[in-house]
């Protein structure tokens, strides 16, 4: 059974670090991409990172660029997202999925086909 399952989200204060994991399980990790999305309330969905089969990654918000990486270790099925200089305004849902094929899509939601259960990340001021 594919099951994607996000950990680490957590309460930081403001200028502070997570990282965020995604194990992944029922699939083979090294041929998909991965990103990872979030979702503040009354606010859209939006991808925020990607990485594809062969470990390049995608920014989807110009935001974070610079603060956060993507990183995987298909050896341990699992995908990280390193959140550096956090912002109250990074508070969110995060979830990671799966992307249709090896390779990133343009950063909308609907290319990715399955989904974890998200974690929560409060950054406080």
């Known amino acids: 059974q594919l099951k994607l399952v996000e950990s680490g989200g957590g309460l930081v204060q403001h200028g502070g670090s997570l990282r965020l994991s995604c194990a992944a399980s029922g699939f083979t990790l090294d041929d998909y991409a991965i990103g990872w999305f979030r979702q503040a309330p009354g606010k859209e969905r939006a991808g925020v990172l990607c990485?594809?089969?062969?470990?390049?990654?995608?920014a989807y918000l110009d935001s974070v660029k610079g603060r956060f990486t993507i990183s995987r270790d298909n050896a341990k099925n699992t995908v990280y997202l390193q959140m550096n200089s956090l912002k109250p305004e990074d508070s969110a849902v995060y979830f990671c999925?799966?992307?249709?094929?090896?390779?990133?899509?343009?950063?909308?939601?609907?290319?990715?086909?399955?989904w974890g259960q998200g974690t929560q990340v409060t950054v406080s001021s």
């Open positions: 999925a799966r992307g249709a094929s090896g390779w990133c899509g343009s950063g909308g939601s609907a290319y990715f086909d399955s």
């Open positions: 990485i594809n089969r062969s470990g390049a990654s995608s």
